[in-house]
């Protein structure tokens, strides 16, 4: 049997995934999360062949969520299945160890038969966005420009920023600044916006 864990926020989709998979033969559903942070303790208890995860997870990522597995449980697979199929993710992904990435609107068939690939090796990438990834290239904002933008995306002031970031407020100027050129944007808001529309947030 393929050992199977889910995350997934949303309680239909996730019972839903759930029941289709547990009705494949070779299948077992043996835990479903709602939150990024419970991935990784679920998965050292439970010690899935596979970890089925969202992106848009609270608590934690489900990037950040595949690195940790990634580096906790070098066995188990992990499959990212997301509504936003963007380059920024797949790329990020990939980087953080994740063996497939699809997006959620494909059949469920394609599902089943993504989760025995990365379990026997191969890499699962939906075609239309590895093309998008490839032609869109590296994100051009570095680890820091991305925690500045993160944290100035509720509106934070600069001051509040550099508080929560431990840096001076010169230098979250400039990360903004830079972030802001970078992603060919007006202002932070806008920045922000774009950043997260190419998955590089």
């Known amino acids: 049997m393929i050992r199977v864990l ?11 995934l759930a029941l289709l998979l547990n009705l494949e033969d070779d299948f077992e559903v043996v835990g479903q999360v709602a939150a990024g942070d419970r991935i990784l303790p679920a998965a050292l208890e439970l010690r899935p062949d596979v970890a089925v995860l969202d ?16 580096a906790a449980l070098p066995d ?7 509504t936003f199929g963007r380059p920024g993710y797949l790329r990020r992904a990939m980087e ?22 990365v379990l026997a090796g191969e890499r699962v990438v939906d075609p239309e966005l590895a093309t998008a990834a490839l032609s869109a290239g ?4 570095t680890p820091r420009e991305c925690d500045v933008l993160s944290a100035a995306a509720d509106g934070s002031t600069i001051s509040d920023i550099a508080g929560r970031l431990h840096l001076s407020e010169s230098t979250v100027r400039n990360y903004l600044s830079a972030a802001i050129g970078k992603t ?17 947030l």
């Not at 889910?6 to 839903?16: K, N, T, V, W, Y």
């Not at 944007?185 to 529309?197: F, K, Q, T």
């Open 6 to 16: 889910l995350a997934e926020d949303q309680g239909m989709m996730r019972g839903a």
């Open 138 to 141: 590296p994100s051009p904002l």
């Open 55 to 70: 992106i848009e997870l609270p608590g934690r990522s489900g990037l950040d969520a595949a690195a940790d597995l990634h």
């Open 96 to 117: 953080a160890g994740a063996s497939g990435f699809l997006v959620k609107d494909g059949p469920v068939e394609d599902l089943s038969a993504a989760i025995r690939r």
């Open 184 to 200: 060919g944007a007006r202002n932070r808001i806008e920045a922000v916006r774009a950043a997260r529309h190419n998955g590089w």
């Open 76 to 82: 188990c697979k992990v499959l990212i299945v997301t």
